[in-house]
C-alpha cells in the first residue's frame, strides 16, 4: 500500500498534515474543493513520514508538500505552492503573488502565530467560514441574478413606456426628434454616434419609441426565461443605453445608469447558448469580483460621499430629521417615520453612515461576513423602500446583493439541481471574458481611488491612459459613481401649476404622485418611476430651467401626451389662455393635528415661481416646443 502511495506522489503533489486537528481538517476539505483532485491530501502518519523523510517535528509544527519533483516545503509557502495547483485561474494567480519574497515573509508570520494557537483560530475560523466546507459555485448565483435583471428591465421599460410620449415624442416636453436632428447638423460623421451612442439616430418617430419600449419589454421577458441570456443581456443593455443617452435630466437618475452599469455585467456573465440552464461554464473570479466591487461603489461611495460633504445633518446626526419629510415622492411609512422620536432619527442616522462606510469592505471579507453584509444591506433597501418611492433602484440594489452569497446559501431558497458538471471555459473565451472586463475593472476601481484624492500624485503617463480610457467609455454610462442624498434638503418646496383664462381665477392641474393636495395621503408608488413628478421636486429647489418652460409650453398647447402625465386637468374642453407656477412651503401636519382635521401637510405661499406665461401671438401646435411670452394682463 505504501508503494501505491508513492507512485501516486509521482505524478501529483501529496499534502501532509495533522490528521487529530479539526482546524486542518476543515482547511484541507477547503483546498481539496480548490484543487479539484489535482493535489492528494493525506494525514501524516508515522510510516508514510519515514518514507519521506520527514521529521515528527516539523510535522507538529507545519503541514508539509511533497511535489512530484521532490522538493519539499512547508506551512505558508507550502499552502501557497499547493494552491498553484488549482485550476482556477484567479487562485493560482493569488499562489504567485503570495510567493513573492515580501509576502512570503508576512505569511510565514501570521501562518507560525496562527499555528501556535490552534483551538482559538478554529473558532474565529469557524464563525468566519463556518464548519462545513462549501464549495465556492456561483451558476445559481448568476442564474437567479438574471432573473431578476430581466424583471428589473421588465419594470423600468414598463414605467418609461407609459411615459415616453409625453416625455420625448413630437409633443412631448423634451422631444428626442428635435435634439437628434439639431446634432445631426452639428455633429459629423461617427462622432454623433460616439457622443450619443444611440438606435434613435435611425428614426425618432412617436411611433419608434413606443416600439422600443415594447421591445424591451419583450425582451425582458426573454431573459426572465432564460432564453439566450447573454445575447438578449447585451440587447436590453444597448436598447435601455439608446433612451438615457438622449433622454437628459428626465432618464439621468442614478439607478438608470446603475441598471446600465449592472446590464453590462450581465451580458458579460450571462453563459451562452438558447436554453443553458445554469450555465455549463461556471462565472470566473473576475465575474464575482466585478459585481462585488460594483456593491462596494454603490454603498460605500453614498457612505463617502456623504461625509466629504461637509453637510451639517450628517455631522450633527439631524439628517434623518429631515428625511422623511422631503423625500422627493414620500409614502405613508415615510410620514409615520418621521415623527418618531429625535433620538432614533440620530440612532437611524448614525447606523445609515456605519453601513454604507463600514459594511462595504466586507464585501470582499470571507462568507459568514458576505452574508451578514447581504443581509445588512437587504435591511437598509427595505427600510428604503418603505419610507420613500425611489423607482426599481430598491430591486436591482437587492438582486446586485445576491453576488455576495455563493449557491450554498442560495439552495436553502432554490432548491435546484446544481450537480451537472462544469466545463473549463476554453482560452479564447477566458481570454475575450477578460479583454472585455478589464476595462470596467480598471474604471471601477480608479472611480474609488479618486475619492481619495490617490490621483494626482500618480504619473503623468497613467493619467493620460485613464483620461482616454474614461473618454471612450464616458459616452456608454455604464461605470459610474454613486452618492445617494450627499447632501441633506432641509425644506420642501413644492411647485402648483394653475391655469386661467382671465388672469383672475386659477385652477390647479394635479399630479400624480407629487406632494399637493393637503389632505391626500402620500402615496406608494415605487417601483413605477413617475419622472416628471420626481423632476418636480428638483425643479423646487433651483431656478427655472428650460425643460420647465417647455413643460409650459406643452400645457398652454392643450398637448394631450404631456396633459397624460397629470392626474387632473382642470381645463379638458380646450388649454387656457395663461398659466403660471407658484412655489409653497411644506411641512407634514404633526400627529394631533392630522386626527383632528384629517390634512397630512401643512404649507406655506412663498410667491411665483414662474409669472404667468401665454404662446406667443400667431403660435399654433407643430410639434415644436412653443415659443412664449409673459402675460402682461396678468
Not at 464549495?135 to 421599460?157: C, D, K, N, Q, S
Not at 445608469?257 to 451562452?272: D, I, K, N, Q
Not at 387656457?576 to 401643512?602: F, I, N, Q, S
Amino acid at each position: 500500500m505504501l508503494e501505491r502511495r508513492m507512485r501516486g506522489t509521482a505524478s501529483r503533489p501529496l499534502v501532509l498534515f495533522d490528521g487529530d486537528c479539526g482546524f486542518c481538517r476543515r482547511w484541507v476539505a477547503r483546498w481539496q474543493l480548490n484543487t479539484r483532485g489535482r493535489v492528494r491530501f493525506e494525514p501524516g502518519r508515522w510510516w508514510l513520514r519515514m518514507a519521506l523523510g520527514i521529521r515528527r517535528a516539523d510535522m507538529k509544527r507545519a503541514m508539509q508538500l511533497v511535489e512530484p519533483s521532490g522538493r519539499v516545503s512547508q506551512g505558508a509557502e507550502a499552502v501557497f505552492r499547493m494552491l498553484a495547483w488549482s485550476p482556477r485561474r484567479g487562485t493560482r494567480v493569488a499562489a504567485r503573488l503570495g510567493l513573492l519574497p515580501g509576502v512570503l515573509h508576512v505569511a510565514r508570520g501570521i501562518y507560525a502565530i496562527v499555528a501556535r494557537n490552534r483551538r482559538p483560530a478554529a473558532r474565529v475560523d469557524a464563525w468566519l467560514f463556518g464548519r462545513k466546507a462549501v464549495p465556492h459555485e456561483y451558476r445559481l448565483v448568476r442564474w437567479a441574478f438574471l432573473r431578476l435583471m430581466g424583471g428589473t428591465f421588465l419594470i423600468a421599460f414598463t414605467s418609461l413606456g407609459r411615459q415616453v410620449l409625453g416625455l420625448y415624442g413630437s409633443r412631448g416636453i423634451r422631444p428626442i426628434r428635435d435634439r437628434l436632428e439639431a446634432e445631426r447638423v452639428a455633429l459629423p460623421g461617427w462622432e454623433k454616434w460616439q457622443m450619443a451612442p444611440s438606435v434613435f439616430w435611425l428614426g425618432a418617430s412617436d411611433k419608434a419609441l413606443v416600439r422600443g419600449c415594447r421591445a424591451g419589454q419583450v425582451l425582458s421577458l426573454v431573459l426572465l426565461f432564460n432564453i439566450a441570456p447573454r445575447l438578449t443581456a447585451s440587447l436590453l443593455w444597448g436598447l435601455y443605453l439608446s433612451y438615457v443617452a438622449v433622454g437628459r435630466e428626465f432618464l439621468s437618475f442614478q439607478w438608470d445608469v446603475l441598471l446600465l452599469e449592472m446590464g453590462l455585467l450581465s451580458a458579460l456573465t450571462a453563459p451562452g447558448g438558447l436554453r443553458p440552464g445554469l450555465g455549463r461554464e461556471a462565472p470566473s473570479s473576475l465575474d464575482v469580483l466585478l459585481f462585488r466591487l460594483l456593491v462596494f461603489r454603490l454603498y460605500f461611495g453614498s457612505g463617502l460621499s456623504k461625509l466629504q460633504s461637509g453637510d451639517e445633518t450628517w455631522r450633527e446626526l439631524t439628517a434623518m430629521d429631515h428625511y422623511y419629510e422631503t423625500a422627493p415622492l414620500p409614502t405613508r411609512g415615510g410620514w409615520y417615520a418621521h415623527h418618531l422620536p429625535k433620538s432614533v432619527h440620530s440612532a437611524t442616522t448614525a447606523a445609515t453612515l456605519g453601513l454604507e462606510t463600514a459594511l462595504p469592505f466586507l464585501t470582499f471579507g470571507p462568507r459568514r461576513l458576505r452574508q451578514l453584509a447581504f443581509w445588512a444591506f437587504a435591511g437598509l433597501q427595505a427600510s428604503i423602500a418603505a419610507t420613500g418611492n425611489y423607482g426599481f433602484f430598491n430591486v436591482q440594489s437587492l438582486a446586485l446583493g445576491l453576488w455576495l452569497l455563493d449557491d450554498e446559501a442560495l439552495r436553502r431558497v432554490l432548491p435546484l439541481d446544481t450537480r451537472a458538471p462544469t466545463r473549463t471555459r476554453s482560452w479564447w473565451s477566458t481570454g475575450l471574458s477578460t479583454a472585455l472586463a478589464a476595462p470596467v475593472m480598471v474604471l471601477g476601481t480608479a472611480e474609488v481611488l479618486r475619492r481619495f484624492e490617490w490621483w494626482p500624485r500618480r504619473p503623468e503617463r497613467i493619467l493620460g491612459a485613464l483620461g482616454w480610457l474614461e473618454s471612450r467609455a464616458r459616452a456608454l454610462r455604464s461605470v459610474n459613481p454613486y452618492g445617494l442624498f450627499s447632501v441633506m434638503t432641509v425644506e420642501r418646496p413644492e411647485i402648483l401649476i394653475e391655469g386661467s383664462d382671465d388672469g383672475e381665477n386659477w385652477k390647479e392641474y394635479r399630479f400624480h404622485y407629487k406632494v399637493g393636495d393637503l389632505t391626500r395621503p402620500p402615496r406608494q408608488v415605487a417601483p413605477h418611476q413617475p419622472r416628471l413628478d420626481w423632476q418636480m421636486w428638483f425643479a423646487a429647489l433651483g431656478t427655472p430651467t428650460s425643460w420647465f418652460i417647455a413643460f409650459l409650453g406643452r400645457l398652454l398647447e392643450g398637448s394631450p401626451e404631456v396633459v397624460g402625465l397629470l392626474e387632473h386637468n382642470p381645463f379638458p374642453d380646450r388649454p387656457p389662455r395663461m398659466v403660471r407656477a407658484v412655489l409653497y412651503d411644506y411641512k407634514m401636519a404633526d400627529m394631533e393635528e392630522h386626527r383632528r382635521t384629517g390634512v397630512w401637510w401643512k404649507r406655506e405661499r412663498l410667491g411665483l415661481y414662474v409669472p404667468p406665461l401665454s404662446l406667443s401671438p400667431g403660435v399654433q401646435p407643430t410639434g415644436r416646443v412653443p415659443r412664449l411670452q409673459w402675460d402682461a394682463q396678468a
